[in-house]
T-cell receptor
Framework: AQSVAQPEDQVNVAEGNPLTVKCTYS??????LFWYVQYPNRGLQFLLK??????LVKGSYGFEAEFNKSQTSFHLKKPSALVSDSALYFC????????????FGQGTTLQVKP | DTGVSQDPRHKITKRGQNVTFRCDPI?????LYWYRQTLGQGPEFLTY????????KSRLLSDRFSAERPKGSFSTLEIQRTEQGDSAMYLC????????????FGPGTRLTVT
């Protein structure tokens, strides 16, 4: 079965420092991987996706993610964190077949302190 | 606003009552998904439609849950005889069938069963 894991419940980083939010995946076949962000009492906002191609994917709000097939990872990164980046981040993988169903990790809370 | 909308945003109900939620997808999107998110967890797939046809239902969707998309536009999710365990955020997402991996999420309906 397709799955993703986010090993950290919370990541703390100082404003201006680089941030990394970790995600590992387990899939059969080629993975379609995604990052979403959720602000309090809001729905999920799409950040970026990896389908194929370059291992470094650039997305919204200055975020990027690195696909690493040998380590089965898809970590989210940003060179310089902002306080406004504080939110809940979800990694997701598309399920097998053509349903488009997404399977989400449990989420990582990012706290950026001034 | 051309995004996905959901109504109501919040619902408080007593155990045993029936509730119905509505989702209006992006107008040209023919796929519509329902997910449930409980506190501290990532969203979990419930069901999805392509046009008016309900093509897959999760085992999470007990007999008390029913979803419809009668004209292939908006969708409703009804929960009968609510239980405290139904308390969650119910998220709706839509996409084109040809780009099912690009799902756009609504703000969600937060259900509290007392």
């Amino acid at each position: 079965a397709q799955s993703v894991a986010q090993p950290e419940d919370q990541v703390n980083v100082a404003e201006g420092n680089p941030l990394t939010v970790k995600c590992t995946y387990s899939v059969s076949g080629n993975p379609y991987l995604f990052w979403y962000v959720q602000y309090p009492n809001r729905g999920l906002q799409f950040l970026l996706k990896y389908i194929t191609g370059d291992n470094l994917v650039k997305g919204s709000y200055g975020f990027e993610a690195e696909f690493n097939k040998s380590q089965t990872s898809f970590h989210l990164k940003k060179p310089s964190a902002l306080v406004s980046d504080s939110a809940l981040y979800f990694c997701a993988v598309r399920d097998r077949g053509n349903t488009g169903k997404l399977i989400f990790g449990q989420g990582t809370t990012l706290q950026v302190k001034p | 606003d051309t995004g996905v909308s959901q109504d109501p945003r919040h619902k408080i109900t007593k155990r045993g009552q029936n509730v119905t939620f509505r989702c209006d997808p992006i107008s040209e999107h023919n796929r519509l998904y329902w997910y449930r998110q409980t506190l501290g967890q990532g969203p979990e797939f419930l069901t999805y439609f392509q046009n008016e046809a309900q093509l897959e239902k999760s085992r999470l969707l007990s007999d008390r849950f029913s979803a419809e998309r009668p004209k292939g536009s908006f969708s409703t999710l009804e929960i009968q005889r609510t239980e405290q365990g139904d308390s969650a955020m119910y998220l709706c997402a839509s996409s084109l069938a040809t780009r099912a991996y690009e799902q756009y999420f609504g703000p969600g309906t937060r259900l509290t069963v007392t």
